[in-house]
């Protein structure tokens, strides 16, 4: 069982940056690809980004890339998503998830998901 934290959410302006986190219990997590998804109002959840369990590949929607920095530290059970030039239509919740494989986390396939952190960007 794997139980997950996000944090960091806000409310921003246009433009600014942000930095969200996942907190993941139990010892296994460097055993596990991770996932960011986020949901808008009135919309389907959305694939962010993902990493594998050792950190050294990472996948990225294209609405993200280039903007969005996925990365984790095994060390401290605990994923990240650098937030930069933000957009408003990049408002949302955004969860966090642990799962298999990156790409089943890429067609939305996670096994443990977070509760969520709402993120808000003003123009």
């Known amino acids: 069982q794997v139980q997950l934290v996000e944090s960091g959410g806000g409310l921003v302006q246009a433009g600014d940056s942000l930095i969200l986190s996942c907190a993941a219990s139990g010892r296994t997590f460097s055993s596990y690809a991770m996932g960011w998804f986020r949901q808008a109002p009135g919309k389907e959840r959305e694939f962010v980004a993902a990493i594998t369990g050792n950190g050294i590949t990472t996948s990225y929607a294209d609405t993200v890339k280039g903007r969005f920095i996925i990365s984790r530290d095994n060390a401290k059970n605990t994923m990240y998503l650098q937030m930069n030039s933000l957009l408003p239509e990049d408002t949302a919740i955004y969860y966090c998830?642990?799962?298999?494989?990156?790409?089943?986390?890429?067609?939305?396939?996670?096994?443990?998901w977070g509760q969520g952190t709402q993120v808000t960007v003003s123009s």
């Open positions: 998830a642990a799962g298999t494989l990156v790409f089943r986390l890429q067609i939305g396939v996670g096994e443990y």
